[in-house]
């Protein structure tokens, strides 16, 4: 019999440490948590906002919120099957339908600490960069940190469309446009990327779906049908 080198011994067992549950479970970065809970000392008890975005299989929720020693508390909350009362019925897991919970929970929040007519927010869509900080006010606009979770931050995902309408809505989030869709990242170091507003208002809109499915009509009319079935039924 060949020699087999034991690579997990007693001393490995004994000295493992399991991770916290909401880790284990997939719910909760605690690396990521922790940097964005830190508060300095001179601030003690400030709250420190963050803005929460979360996908499931067939919605977007977004959340306003901030850490106590008790746990959390939700200042605000908007999810994108909220949206059928806005006319927007179905397709509620979009780039389109993250922008719009975005932009309600934007207004929600403001309403609620009295700040909605300070900060108006983008008056007109058109995917262009906004930072709500940059025009002149009495008052500091409201501030929040953006909290993903555990999923990644890579370029054109649904995520970045929440933002999106969050800071259009008037939130001060801090953030650049390097992981909008329509940035096109330098070919040489050294060098500025390109952001194309019009490529991101296209998926603001949904057009992007539009494409899709008038090209799945006309190559697979079955598999349309099967695939936006909810939409042919709402017409």
């Known amino acids: 019999m060949a020699f087999v080198k034991v690579l997990k011994t007693a001393a490995y067992f004994k ?22 809970v830190r508060q300095d000392k001179n601030k003690f008890n400030n709250r420190k906002y963050r803005f929460i975005v ?51 929970l934007a207004r929600r929040v403001l309403k609620k600490f009295e700040l909605d ?11 262009e960069e906004y930072h709500v ?26 995520m970045w ?5 969050a800071v259009d ?4 989030i801090p953030h650049s446009t390097k992981n909008f869709p329509g940035f096109k990242a330098p ?3 050294g060098q500025e ?14 057009n992007h779906v539009k494409e899709y499915m008038e090209m799945l009509q006309e190559e697979d009319p079955t598999k349309y049908e099967a695939h936006f079935s909810k939409f042919i039924a709402e017409g």
């Open 161 to 165: 469309g929440a933002l999106k309408g």
């Open 193 to 206: 990327g390109e952001y194309d507003a019009e490529a991101h208002k296209d998926r603001i809109f949904g």
């Open 133 to 158: 900080e940059d025009e002149e006010n009495e008052q500091r606009p409201f501030k929040c940190i953006l909290d993903v979770g555990l999923r990644r931050t890579c370029v054109g995902h649904r």
């Open 54 to 104: 979360r996908f499931t299989n067939k919605r977007c929720i977004c959340q306003c919120a901030y850490a106590t020693l008790r746990g959390d508390v939700v200042v605000a909350a908007a999810a994108s099957n909220e949206l059928s009362a806005f006319g927007i019925t179905v397709g509620h897991k979009n780039h389109a339908a993250a922008y719009a919970t975005g932009l309600l």
């Open 15 to 36: 000295r493992f440490q399991v991770a916290r549950r909401r880790r284990r479970e997939g719910k909760t970065d605690y690396y990521a948590r922790r940097k964005m």
């Open 169 to 172: 809505g008037g939130l001060h």
């Open 117 to 127: 007519d300070k900060f108006k927010g983008k008056e007109e869509l058109d995917g």
């Open 187 to 189: 070919e040489e170091k």
